[in-house]
Structures are given as C-alpha cells and as structure tokens.
C-alpha cells in the first residue's frame, strides 16, 4: 500500500468521525425542547404528525429564608399585632392570637387565687351548705377585676369596635344564655353586657357578703343600700336612659320582686310597667333589706309612703283593679286565700274574710285616735272588735278554717293586733331578690 492511499484512508475516517460528532451534538440540543412541550400540544398532534417546536423555557431558582415565628414575636403586644399586620395576618385572626395567650395568662391568675383556698377536710363544721364549692366573695370579686384588667389590655390594643368584636358571643352561647334568663337583651350593645355581667356578680358577691355577718343594724342597712345605689348608678354610666329602664323591668330586684309576689294577678305588659315606675321609687328609698330589722319611726314613715305610692298605683289603674291588685300582693290576703282553699272553700270568701280584716283595723285605728275615750274604754272596744271579728271569720271559714287562720302567724299577728291600744309592728315577710340576674352575653 502506498502513501497515497494511506492518505486518503485517514481522511475518509476523519470525516466520519466529525459526522459523528456533529450528530450527537445536534440530538443534546433537542431534548430540553421535548421534555418540555406540553401536554396539550402533543395531544393535539394527529398521528403521524410531527410535534411543533416550541422555545425553551428558562427556568430560575432562587434560594429564600425559611419563615419562623420567632420573626414576628415580640416581648410587648403592640410590637406582636404590629408584626402580625406587617406579615399581612387576617384582623380576626390577629385579635383571636392575641385573645388566647390573654385568655391563659389570666387563667392561670384565676387558678391561683382559686387555690389559696385550703380544701375542706372538716366535714363537721356548720355552715352554708349552698356555699360549699363555690368561690368566695372575695375570690368572685378578685377574678371579676381580672375580667375587667383583660378588658382593658384588649380595648387598648384593639379599640372599643375591636373589643367588641372579641366579645361578640358565637350563637350557642346567646341561645344558651336567652335560655337560662328567659328574658331577651337584644337592645343592648354585645360590647356592654360583658361589662354588665362583670358587675352584677361583683355587686351580688359584695351584697351577699355583707348579709351574710349577722343580723343587719341601721348601719348595715345603710351599707346595703349604698351598694344598691352604686349599682344602679354604674349601670347608668353604660346605658342610655331607655336602655337602663328596660334594663331595670327584666333585671333589677324590684321588677323580680314584684313578678313574684304579684302572682295571680296577672298585669298586663303595660300595667305592668306602670306600677314598676311608682314601686320602684319606694323601694331605693325605704326598700326593706332582708333580715333587719325596722325600727318604730322608720316603720311609720315608710307606712306613709306606702299610702302615698298606693294612691298613685290606684290611679293609674283604677278601683276595681286596684283591689285586685292588693288582695293579690298581700302577705295577709294570701295567708287567708291558702286556708280557704285547703278547706275547700271558694275565692268569695277569702275575699269576704279579707275585706272584714280591712274594715276591722279601720275602726279599730279610729277608737286608738279617739283621745276622748280613756285608754281603758279604748282598750274595752278594741276587744269587742276582735271578738267579733274573730266570730265572723269562724261563720264564714268554719270552726277548722278559723282555727287554721289563727294557728298562722299573719292571722294571728292581725288578729291580735285588734285588741290592742298599741299595736306592735309586724314585719311581714318579704320574699326579696337581693340581686339582679345577669344579661345575655
């Protein structure tokens, strides 16, 4: 073989080898291109067909920090909401955050004021049975002023639309309050009856408290009313004038009071509230305070102004009801009304034996001012009055029925209170509701 050939051998290959070269270079190139065509496109080719070339896309990756929680935490609450909002953090969401580390906080205030209270081990020591298991006043009144703390913290972080919305009861708590009271508080704020339950259990735990120390004094009465006083001046504070009086007709202790003891008489809605208005002007003057006890003067005082809030009652609702209206709040009449019907007799004759009491102690208050008579011709006619008034009852209750009217303590007390000069004052009793409920939340 010459060198010609030779020569022209190694080119031939030198050839094919760069063919070669050039061949997988250009199948490198079109890979990218194919693993990217989309889908769509490649469906929508027939077969057969060619796909289309389409552009490379340019990918880039860049490298970003993790997010971690400790980037917003804060050692103060503004600086935690403000780094919430700066993140772009849902308001709701921010007060809900914010809420619940609150809420903790001050649960585990309460939880330590509640256990500095030793457990009862001396089962047989006397007390309050009613009371066992519940927080004291004093535990009651430290826990609602914590309420009242966490209030304030949410109202400054949040303003007073944002405190409201924290506030703001989900349905089934509402349902379940409406539920337990019975009586519907939608004319007042949500943002103010979180504010009105704190007082009233303050105010009940501070009046509950002071009753609780032993037969009440002028002293204490005066305490008592004082609390009642601050009460209702507080609530004023938060309520508009016609909020605070449909407030008083479901809530305050007159307005329980008298849907209590005027059972049977059945007032209309505005009966209802006329005689609310006059009663509850007597009762923040001369309320009587359970378990105390009044003295001579103040109980002739308060007599008078009895007579005085009667007439106005009387006038607004006229005589026939009117009667009806104090047979059916009186002690006495209710006393006669409870034997008459244990002995089977009829409404008339409670009636009859009430309306003979009346006009008993209506004559018998004429012989006490007769000056002209001496104190024995008094005291003579004032017996003969209770004689009669005594055969009279018998004639219309029967032997049994005046004998049960008289076992009572009320027609006993009247009774003989006929025959006497100088009657004794009788503290009927009175079924008062010491403190108000509280309002829908």
């Given amino acids: ?35 990217v065509t989309p889908v769509s496109v490649a469906a929508s080719a027939g077969v057969g067909q060619a796909p289309a070339q389409e552009t490379p896309v340019e990918r880039i990756v860049r490298e970003v920090e993790a997010f971690h929680w400790s980037q917003i935490e804060a050692d103060d609450y503004q600086t935690y909401v403000e780094n919430l909002r700066r993140i772009g953090c ?138 009642r006083t601050e009460r209702d001046e507080r609530i004023a504070t ?10 008083d007709l479901r809530n305050s202790p007159t307005a329980a009071n008298m849907r209590l003891q005027m059972d ?49 009652i009387r006038d607004s609702l006229g005589d026939d009801r009117f009667q009806d209206y104090l047979r059916q709040t009186d002690y006495d009449y209710k006393s006669i009304s409870k034997i008459t019907e244990r002995q089977g007799l009829g409404d008339n004759i409670s009636a009859q034996v009430y309306e003979m009491k009346g006009g008993a102690e209506e004559l ?20 003969q009055i209770r004689t009669e008034t005594s055969r009279s009852i018998e004639s219309l209750m029967g032997g049994q029925g005046a004998v049960a009217l008289q076992g009572q303590a009320g027609g006993r007390n009247w009774l003989n209170n006929l025959g006497r000069v100088t009657p004794l004052p009788i503290a009927k009793p009175t079924f008062q509701v010491i403190t108000g409920g509280t309002p829908n939340p």
């Fill in 1 to 35: 073989m010459n060198l010609q050939r030779l020569f022209l051998i190694s080119i031939l290959v030198n050839l094919v080898c760069l063919a070669g070269l050039f061949w997988m270079l250009t199948e490198r190139q079109q890979s990218p291109t194919q693993l």
């Fill in 90 to 227: 849902p308001e709701e969401t921010i007060r809900d955050l914010v809420k619940q580390d609150l809420d903790k906080l001050y649960d585990q205030r309460k939880a330590d004021i509640l256990s500095k209270a030793p457990a009862r081990k001396e089962f047989w020591k006397t007390g309050n049975p009613s009371s066992i298991g519940k927080p004291s006043a004093s535990a009651n009144s430290q826990m609602a002023q914590l309420d009242q703390e966490k209030n304030g913290v949410l109202g400054e972080l949040f303003g007073a639309p944002g405190l409201a919305a924290i506030n703001r009861p989900g349905p089934l708590a509402r349902a379940r309050s409406e539920a337990k009271s019975g009586y519907a508080m939608d004319f007042i704020p949500e943002e103010t009856k979180a504010e009105l339950n704190n007082l009233e259990r303050e105010f009940g735990s501070e009046l509950l408290k002071k009753m609780a120390q032993g037969a009440t004094d002028a002293q204490d009465i005066a305490e008592i009313r004082g609390l």
């Fill in 238 to 247: 938060m309520l508009t004038p016609d909020q605070k009086t449909e407030y």
């Fill in 264 to 312: 049977g008489f059945d007032p209309s809605e505005d009966e209802f509230r006329d005689i609310f208005a006059v009663r509850k002007n007597f009762d923040d003057e001369y309320g009587v305070v359970p378990g105390s006890n009044v003295s001579a003067s103040d109980m002739e005082s308060r007599q008078f102004a009895e007579q005085e809030m009667n007439k106005q």
């Fill in 364 to 383: 018998a208050r004429e012989i006490r001012m007769n000056t002209s008579l001496s104190i024995e011709e008094r005291q003579m006619q004032l017996g």
